[in-house]
Nanobody
Framework: QVQLVESGGGLVQAGGSLRLSCAAS????????MGWFRQAPGQEREFVAA????????YYADSVEGRFTISRDNAKNTVYPQMNSLKPEDTAVYYC?????????????????WGQGTQVTVSS
């Protein structure tokens, strides 16, 4: 079992930055790939970024490529998406997810565990 708790969301002006965190409990965290998804009101949950269990491989949605950076610290059981140059269209609830997967990082169904989400609001 892996339990996930997101933090770091909030209100920021366009062009600003936020660093989210996802703290995981469970001894198998280091074996899990970690993903971030977001969901805006009235829209489907969409892929944002993911990182392999080792931290060697990272994946990004085209919409955030070059602005967001995902990293993990397996010693602290934590994954961090650093979000820079934020835009109003980045406004959403951001969810952390964990799964034992090696492919299809952008598919929500591939993940086994989800956090409760943290709100990110970017004002224009």
């Amino acid at each position: 079992q892996v339990q996930l708790v997101e933090s770091g969301g909030g209100l920021v002006q366009a062009g600003g930055s936020l660093r989210l965190s996802c703290a995981a409990s469970g001894r198998t965290f280091s074996r899990h790939a970690m993903g971030w998804f977001r969901q805006a009101p009235g829209q489907e949950r969409e892929f944002v970024a993911a990182i392999s269990w080792s931290g060697i491989s990272t994946y990004y949605a085209d919409s955030v490529e070059g602005r967001f950076t995902i990293s993990r610290d397996n010693a602290k059981n934590t994954v961090y998406p650093q979000m820079n140059s934020l835009k109003p269209e980045d406004t959403a609830v951001y969810y952390c997810a964990a799964g034992l997967l090696g492919t299809n990082y952008d598919r929500p169904g591939e993940y086994d565990y989800w956090g409760q989400g943290t709100q990110v609001t970017v004002s224009s």
